[in-house]
């Protein structure tokens, strides 16, 4: 038998069986981050991208993309999710836009690929309805900041975006 668990004994890729996990309280929170010009984030903040309202839009985008990401990511189980939160704290000063995603669940496996599908998308979505502006936007730092439940516990991220 493979020791890595996506695999079986024939090396075929497969979903990992989770049927003899205990359902816990999951919980996973990442980030990311989008660069911009100045006058970018000074039209995504004062509302005046003609797309429409860049963070709202990109808020729904980013909590469909949690529900989705068994969808997106092969390997990934589908989960019952209970709670998706996506925020943005636009920071003038770097230019940028820092997104936040928090996911629930009381399922047998972790909701992290969910969080981290939440912010990327989320940020190609600001990318998205602003890239007539501005082509030189970057999308970064995408990353775990913390997650809980589970046999492997509470792991919290000691260097992160702020």
């Known amino acids: 038998m493979s020791s890595f668990t996506h695999l079986d004994e024939k090396v075929h890729v497969r979903m990992v069986d989770v049927t003899g996990k205990k359902p816990t309280v999951r919980v996973a929170v990442a980030g990311a981050a989008v660069s911009m010009k100045p006058e970018t984030l000074n039209l995504i903040r004062n509302q005046k991208v003609k797309k429409g309202n860049v963070l709202e839009t990109a808020r729904i985008a980013g909590i469909m993309a949690a529900?989705?990401?068994?969808?997106?990511?092969?390997?990934?189980?589908?989960?019952?999710?209970?709670?998706?939160?996506?925020?943005?704290?636009?920071?003038?000063?770097?230019?940028?836009?820092r997104i936040e995603a928090s996911v629930r669940t009381?399922?047998?496996?972790?909701?992290e690929m969910e969080a981290l599908t939440a912010v990327s998308v989320a940020a190609l979505t600001v990318y998205d309805m602003c890239k007539s502006y501005d082509r030189e936007m970057?999308?970064?730092?995408?990353?775990?900041?913390e997650k809980s439940g589970g046999k492997?516990?509470?792991?919290?991220?000691?260097?992160?975006?702020?």
């Open 67 to 97: 529900k989705k990401t068994s969808e997106l990511i092969p390997m990934c189980h589908p989960l019952n999710l209970t709670h998706v939160q996506v925020n943005f704290e636009p920071d003038e000063t770097k230019s940028r836009i």
């Open 152 to 162: 492997s516990g509470t792991y919290k991220r000691t260097t992160s975006l702020k």
């Open 106 to 111: 009381i399922d047998q496996t972790g909701v």
């Open 138 to 145: 970057t999308v970064s730092s995408i990353q775990l900041l």
